[in-house]
């Protein structure tokens, strides 16, 4: 089976799509979760909860969509 390159995934998806990207660091890998921005053919940029993620698609080793994240629980009260 020949899989698509996740390269090719991030460049034919359509930008406020969530995803996850794995991407090489230089002591091993990390992840970035949030919703794509924007693709070029050199890099993409992610909108993490934290900030925005500007990878190089040349070190992007896995990339797919993701459902959106769960309904935030409301405020908890006490019981009297």
């Not at 909108?47 to 797919?64: G, H, M, N, Y």
Request: charged share 25%; hydrophobic share 35%; with cysteine.
């Amino acid at each position: 089976m020949n899989l698509p390159r996740p390269q090719d995934f991030l460049l034919n998806t359509v930008s406020g799509t969530r995803v996850v990207v794995r991407y090489r660091l230089d002591n091993g890998f990390t992840d970035a979760l949030g919703y794509l921005l924007s693709v070029t053919d050199g890099a993409c940029t992610i909108r993490t909860r934290q900030s925005d993620v500007e990878i190089p698609l040349a070190l992007v080793v896995a990339a797919k969509e993701v459902p959106p994240p769960p309904p935030r629980r409301g405020t908890r009260t006490t019981r009297e």
